[in-house]
């Protein structure tokens, strides 16, 4: 920690750590990138270059916008929450409207350049964030908690499936599920919330000639994933059983050069890995993102206020929750979904509303760190009531699963907190006199 200027004012420092995990899945990302998709770059553009330079040009744009929300302090989010969540709201739409059709759905503009559900994620993140927030221990009122966040994850969900897009609508209302048990919510509406969604995911499945043709291959291939009718499932599988201990090395696979698994260089990119960098390789994939997990939950639990805790969770947890569905679809526990492998795969949307989150888990992070060295130089006295509590599964009187350092009595009515801590004068919601509590 340094400090800075005339005023002394302490600067918080970065999750390095974090950094460091996802400079690795970039790395590792072009380099796949390149291996997988050359043949194809060959064949249709004549430039063996062609896909891993777009993806180079998009991590330039990523890294721009990881620097810019890394430099802004997180609490913006918290205040700009409803325009954000509006423009996410009408990108849906408009995308239904106007949107380009590919591969028998219509998620993109331009082609196929952008994809708005890819940054709709990190909206709606923030939305539901400062929604919760807000409500503090009426979370746990159905007609405050469990009614308004049902509409909203149905606006939401019926927006992305109608594209369809129906694994990235099961990531988001799985991510704000999450968020809400965090937030202290009752168990039983936890409960509800999951039978309601996958009742409705069920219909959906059964009534989108798109979702059911491809579970109804993928449930005639789970006895025997490699005889499997579903191409893209069992080329995976083999793909990964290719690649044996230590791979067949970069550039010798056979799924890319032969075509054999499609869309290689994004969707499957994790078969390539499996392929050409053996187990090992795919084992070190799962340890980056698991490493990744850690340093989000951590810098989640050390957050200054609510907001700050639950925007960490829900932007650690959509990105592992995304990162486990892409690499299920390999290994055939899971019908191909469509999700990219972050930070890896080929894809601009994806690659860049990744990284701004991570620009936003560092924004939390340096101010974390700025509110935990005011709170050392208040005193150890002072700094005892800024301590966290261990995570409570059971919590019933609507306070959040994992307790704000600070003022508890804030945190159990939602309120913001600040960063700062308060001197001791300063009420905590009972009433003094003379200078002291009356209880």
Do not use: H
Not at 105 to 124: D, F, H, N, V
Not at 149 to 158: D, S
């Amino acid at each position: 920690m340094t400090t800075s200027g005339r005023n002394n004012t302490p600067k918080g420092r970065y999750d390095w750590g974090l950094l460091s995990v996802v400079t690795i899945l970039l790395m590792l990302g072009v380099v796949m990138v390149f291996s997988a998709s050359y043949p194809r770059g060959l064949e249709g553009y004549d430039d063996p270059y062609y896909f891993a330079f777009r993806q180079v040009i998009w991590l330039a744009v990523g890294i721009v916008g990881l620097i810019i929300a890394a430099r802004i302090p997180y609490t913006f989010w918290e205040r700009w929450s409803i325009p954000i969540m509006g423009i996410a709201l009408l990108s849906l739409l408009a995308v239904i409207i106007i949107g380009a059709e590919r591969f028998g759905a219509t998620r993109t503009y331009y082609q196929g350049s952008i994809q708005p559900s890819e940054p709709a994620k990190i909206a709606i993140i923030i939305y539901v964030s400062a929604w919760l927030t807000s409500k503090g221990r009426r979370i746990r009122d159905a007609r405050a908690g469990l009614l308004p966040f049902g509409v909203l994850m149905g606006i939401v969900a019926v927006l992305i499936v109608l594209q369809p897009e129906i694994s990235t609508a099961v990531l988001i209302v799985a991510t704000a599920a999450v968020m809400l048990f965090v937030a202290g919510a009752d168990l039983k509406q936890l409960a509800a919330v999951g039978v309601i969604a996958t009742g409705t995911f069920l219909l959906v499945i059964q009534y989108s000639s798109y979702a059911g043709d491809r579970i109804q291959r993928y449930l005639a291939s789970m006895g025997n994933p490699i005889a499997s009718d579903e191409w893209q499932v069992s080329q995976g599988v083999q793909a990964l059983m290719r690649g044996g201990l230590f791979g067949r090395g970069l550039g010798n696979g056979l799924a890319q050069q032969t075509g054999y698994l499609p869309v290689s260089w994004s969707d499957n990119i994790y078969g390539v890995i499996g392929e050409e960098l053996g187990l090992l390789g795919a084992l070190f994939v799962i340890l980056m993102f698991a490493l990744l997990a850690y340093r989000g939950l951590r810098i989640a639990l050390r957050a200054p206020d609510n907001f700050g805790m639950l925007l960490a969770t829900g932007i650690t947890t959509i990105l592992i929750l995304q990162s486990l569905l892409n690499m299920a679809v390999i290994v055939a526990v899971s019908p191909p979904t469509g999700v990219t492998l972050p930070f890896v795969s080929y894809g601009g949307s994806s690659l860049v509303a990744s990284l701004v989150g991570i620009g936003i888990l560092l924004s939390i992070s340096r101010f974390s760190a700025e509110s935990a060295l005011r709170t050392s130089r208040a005193g150890a006295a002072q700094a005892g009531r800024y301590s966290y509590e261990r995570v409570d599964l059971g919590r019933g009187n609507g306070r959040s699963r994992v307790s704000r350092p600070g003022r508890r009595d804030s945190a159990r009515a939602g309120a913001y907190q600040a960063t700062t801590p308060r001197p001791s004068s300063v009420g905590d919601g009972r009433v003094r006199r003379g200078g002291k509590r009356s209880d």
